[in-house]
Nanobody, 119 residues
Framework: QVQLVEAGGGLVQPGGSLRLSCAAS????????MGWYRQAPGKQRELVAR???????NYADAVKGRFTISSDNSKNTVFLQMNSLKPEDTAVYYC?????????????WGRGTQVTVSS
């Protein structure tokens, strides 16, 4: 059983920062199979950031320059550092794991953590 547990969401004012974490268990950790998605009310779930390989990352245009994905492989944990947050970043953020690094659609999902950016 693969388990992904997110933490770190909450309420923050515009311009603030949050750091999300995702602890993975139940399988051998491979950083290039991990990523972050988000889903806002009335919108489709969208990719935020993912590792494309051990040395490369991919970010949605809307978050480039503001968000950073990273990992602590010894703890089987991935992070999403979110800076300069905007109201449009409000969404449920999901940790995701791909069955294969080449997959475009995740196979496993965390339950999500709410991020609300509001004054």
């Amino acid at each position: 059983q693969v388990q992904l547990v997110e933490a770190g969401g909450g309420l923050v004012q515009p311009g603030g920062s949050l750091r999300l974490s995702c602890a993975a268990s139940g399988s051998i950790f491979s950083v290039n199979t991990m990523g972050w998605y988000r889903q806002a009310p009335g919108k489709q779930r969208e990719l935020v950031a993912r590792f494309t390989n051990v040395c490369s990352t991919n970010y949605a245009d809307a978050v480039k320059g503001r968000f950073t994905i990273s990992s602590d492989n010894s703890k089987n944990t991935v992070f999403l550092q979110m800076n300069s947050l905007k109201p449009e970043d409000t969404a449920v953020y999901y940790c995701a794991k791909y069955a294969n690094s080449a997959f475009l659609t995740p196979t496993y999902w965390g339950r999500g953590t709410q991020v609300t950016v509001s004054s």
